[in-house]
């Protein structure tokens, strides 16, 4: 219990408290107040936490820091910072693909390949990215491109220039292995993972044909102990191997370096696991996606409303008139109908927020529904399915609160404890299901969404009178 007090000493020390005073104003005795000053208990609740830091006359800077140094205390720190972790993953996950300011930032390394053939010893920073770009930019022009990757994602140079150049390799099949740290009750290790999903997502955000595979070891052990180049990039005529803490490497052309690299790849591959399965068409594959997302025990984080429950075949009929598109949509409303008819599936709970609610009503857009069957929904329609949400719930609706409350729209996360589906648009605003059966990451996620409580969002009754309020606005305003 050491951080929530040696936080709470410090305080009480620089503002002269007197320990009886602060145990008055808390409603408890002196003695238990000394016990949370010495670290032998804590506050049952963050109310005494409220209340000392409103005594204390803490600035909001200060209660936020003491209100984080109990939860730490509360679950433990590595659990804290796991939470942490994801919450900032949420939150700043991209609203849009990288733009024209990365493909500006990269043009000084994207020359044309030339030079004598054989082999090249990297000796600097700058060297070694202008041969990553060099080779990579090579492949990408050949009909038959495969781009082999062995190595982190924590390089992000090397990932940031392939979203950015997204469309030179266009014909390239990129295939990387990365090794995920075992050892998750180590937080660094537990956000090292993350970080790898953070960069992936970047890769299948710019629409690349790409596939991820993983080991499980320790990252710092594999990467540093006695391994002078562990990284490596494989094209169909050149290898490169290098250090990216000591920037040094080397790349060759040899023929039978990169043929005994590529049998070497592909031997450690067929040993690893797929990272994430990409769907990019979920009419096709609506079936596998079902049995994740309607599982009983599945939450939802999101910005805009979950409106699939409230819609019907009739509805789809009005939308869409392409018969392969409609047909699709019908398919996906059959395998939701299915799903949220049973009673207990209302176990279920969708977190969002009031402003994608209000984008929602807004716009008539949703993420559930992809942006190429041209669905709009119309006013009267969007305040049917905000009733239904209202007077027909078919889960818990709850609204976020902040930090929360600022999710941004292009993110669905649905998640159970036998996997993830991560929905969000590329950027050219196609639909992209990333599932993720990864225990130590889905772990973090299943933890994260179940350990939320009404610090994070509205309560049930609070949650509905927020949906009754927009709905009574927008029926004001569209009468």
């Given amino acids: 219990m050491a951080e929530f007090s040696n936080r709470l000493e410090q305080y009480i020390e620089e ?17 238990t107040t000394y016990k949370y000053i010495n670290g032998k208990r804590l506050p049952a609740a963050m109310e005494t936490v409220e209340k000392i830091g409103e005594f204390l006359r803490l600035s909001p800077r200060e209660v936020k820091q003491l209100k984080e140094a109990y ?23 991209p609203e849009m693909p990288p733009d024209e300011e990365q493909k500006h930032f990269m043009e000084e390394f994207t020359e044309k390949m030339d030079g004598e053939a054989g082999s090249h010893v990297i000796k600097d920073k700058k060297d ?14 050949r009909e038959d491109s495969r781009i082999y990757l062995q190595l982190q994602p924590a390089d992000t140079f090397l990932f940031e220039f392939l979203a950015a150049r997204a469309d030179s390799f266009g014909r390239s099949r990129i295939e990387h292995i990365m090794c995920m740290n075992h050892d998750t009750q180590d937080a660094k290790k537990a956000a090292d993972n993350l970080n790898n999903l953070n960069q ?45 803490d000591d920037e040094m490497g080397i790349l060759t052309d040899k023929p039978e370096a990169v043929e005994m690299m590529r049998r070497r790849f ?4 067929d040993a690893c696991n797929p990272f994430l399965h990409a769907i990019t ?32 075949p009739n509805m789809v009929k009005n939308y869409v008139s392409d018969p392969v598109l409609r047909q699709g949509l019908e398919g996906v409303l059959i395998s939701y109908g299915e799903a949220w008819s049973l009673k207990s599936r209302k176990d279920a709970r969708v977190y969002m927020t009031t402003a994608g609610l209000k984008y929602f009503m807004d716009t008539g857009l ?41 999710l941004p729209l292009n993110m669905h996360w649905y998640v159970t404890k036998e996997a993830g589906v991560l929905l969000f648009y590329n950027k050219k605003k196609e639909q992209v299901y990333l599932i993720l059966r990864e225990p130590s990451l889905l772990h973090m996620f299943a933890d994260y969404m179940e350990s939320m409580d009404e610090t994070h969002y509205y309560s049930l009754e609070e949650s509905q009178k927020i949906l009754e309020d927009v709905l009574k606005q927008y029926e004001e305003a569209w009468a």
């Fill in 15 to 31: 503002k002269h408290i007197k320990v009886s005073e602060l145990a008055r104003f808390c409603g408890t005795d002196r003695a």
């Fill in 71 to 93: 939860e730490m205390d509360r679950v433990g720190k590595s659990v804290y910072l796991s939470r942490k972790n994801v919450e900032e993953f949420f939150l700043h996950f």
């Fill in 128 to 141: 070694l990215n202008r041969a990553i770009c060099r080779m990579l930019l090579k492949e990408g022009e």
């Fill in 200 to 244: 992936i997502i970047l890769l299948h955000a710019s629409m690349l044909n790409y596939q991820s595979y993983y080991f499980y070891d320790n990252v710092d052990s594999h990467y540093h102990n006695l391994n002078l180049l562990p990284c490596m990039v494989l094209t169909s005529t050149q290898v490169l191997f290098f250090q990216p």
């Fill in 266 to 269: 592909e031997k450690n591959r």
């Fill in 281 to 312: 068409n979920g009419f096709l594959e609506y079936e596998t996606l079902s049995k994740i997302i309607y599982q009983i025990d599945c939450h939802s984080i999101q910005a805009d409303p979950c409106v699939m429950p409230y819609l019907s």
């Fill in 366 to 406: 949703n993420l559930e529904i992809p942006v190429f069957t041209g669905v709009l929904f119309t006013k009267e329609d969007r305040l049917m399915i905000l009733r239904k949400t209202v007077r027909e719930p078919r889960c818990y609706n709850y609204i976020l609160k902040e930090p929360l409350g600022s």
